[in-house]
């Protein structure tokens, strides 16, 4: 089918207390592995194109091969741009065709942010594209921050309502302990925080990070208002390791196919066992 809006996913995703999965794409077998697993388990999907594939493999190359590969898809999947950092970025996401835009200005001081993040909403909304922003700023496994400083960039409940009502933006990413890419240990989800911020904001939530978070932690995030959750690292880590253990098998035959066709297998499994944390399985129709 044709690719859907965030807007027919998301909202139903945090009435009914699931989560849909964001997942990142960085290969057209990727992308066959994120719709195999989808189908296999009649969910709805996210499929996201980050930085990385968009310095990689270029905007349009890496939104065609999903636009391809869901035309013929009977579930429901949602094109997204993951961590636009600027308009430019954002304007050549719509015209590859996204569904669903991220604009992440949480680098900048809160009024810049709010400026820009409102400019980006007006301009989607134009042409019916709904817009993820993020609130607080979340910490990479690069980042290393003290407890106090780690604290002090998460979100607050006061802060999001604000945010939300001076944007207009329609689904939010609050900074609440979760941490890019996989480092050592637990990441320190402050659920706490996520249940504030839910009983005042009633957009559908995202969560960043799920690499590194476990499913009881996901369950309860999920409880909490948590109806996007984007996956990343565990796939690109998937991917490679598996590739590498074909390889041993197919590289002395220099036959690259079935090498590629085992890495692709490989995260069509993990990505069901996320989409099976998420609760998002049998949601295709909703
Ligand atoms: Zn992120």
Known sequence: MPLVSAAQVL???????????????HTPEMVDAVFAAGERLQSPLILQVGRRAVQQSGVEEACAWVRRRA???PVPAVLHLDHALDLGAILRGLRAGCTSVMYDGSDLPLEENVRRT???VATCHAVDVPVEAEVG???????DLTVEEAEGRLATAELCVRFVQETGCDVLAP?????????QGVPH???DLLTSIAAVVDLPLVLHGGSGLDPQQLAGAIRAGVAKVNVDTELRRTFVQALGQALEVFAPRDDPRPALLAAESAVAEQVALRIGHFGSAGHARD
């Not at 909202?11 to 794409?25: E, K």
């Not at 900074?175 to 480092?183: C, I, K, Q």
């Open 189 to 191: 989800l402050r659920l």
């Open 137 to 143: 700023r979340m910490s990479g496994v690069e980042d």
């Open 71 to 73: 035309a013929r898809s």
């Open 175 to 183: 900074a609440v302990g979760s941490v890019h890419g996989l480092g």
């Open 118 to 120: 409102s400019e980006i």
């Open 11 to 25: 909202p139903q995703a945090r009435r009914r207390g699931y989560a849909v999965g964001a997942f990142s794409i």
